[in-house]
Nanobody
Framework: QVQVVESGGGSVQAGGSLRLSCRVS????????MAWFRQAPGKGREGVAH???????AYRDSVKGRFTISKDAAENTLYLQMNRLKPEDTGVYYC???????????????????WGQGAQVSVSS
């Protein structure tokens, strides 16, 4: 059974940086598609960054050039490095995963079967 657990959220001023981690257990991250989603207060969940099993990545336009998604296969951990944070980046950030071989459309919430509990990120102006 795939389990994912986020850590690393917190509060920061605009322009600052945070790094989120997502520890995978029960399965190899090498055989997972993985992504970060976020949900701002009063809004729906949206895809932020995605990484395929071959390391190829995709980003939401609003975070391109500021956020970097990466995966450490040896540590079985997914990361999201967030730089030059803005107040509009505030929200609960979720790690999501799906096994390679399953049909998946990037950033479509229903395509990811495994979800973490979320980590709060708050950016003040």
């Amino acid at each position: 059974q795939v389990q994912v657990v986020e850590s690393g959220g917190g509060s920061v001023q605009a322009g600052g940086s945070l790094r989120l981690s997502c520890r995978v257990s029960g399965y190899s991250s090498r055989r997972l598609y993985m992504a970060w989603f976020r949900q701002a207060p009063g809004k729906g969940r949206e895809g932020v960054a995605h990484i395929d099993s071959d390391g190829s990545t995709a980003y939401r336009d609003s975070v391109k050039g500021r956020f970097t998604i990466s995966k450490d296969a040896a540590e079985n951990t997914l990361y999201l490095q967030m730089n030059r944070l803005k107040p509009e980046d505030t929200g609960v950030y979720y790690c999501a995963a799906e096994r390679v071989g399953r049909a998946l459309i990037r950033f479509v919430e229903a395509a990811y079967a495994y979800w973490g509990q979320g980590a709060q990120v708050s950016v003040s102006s």
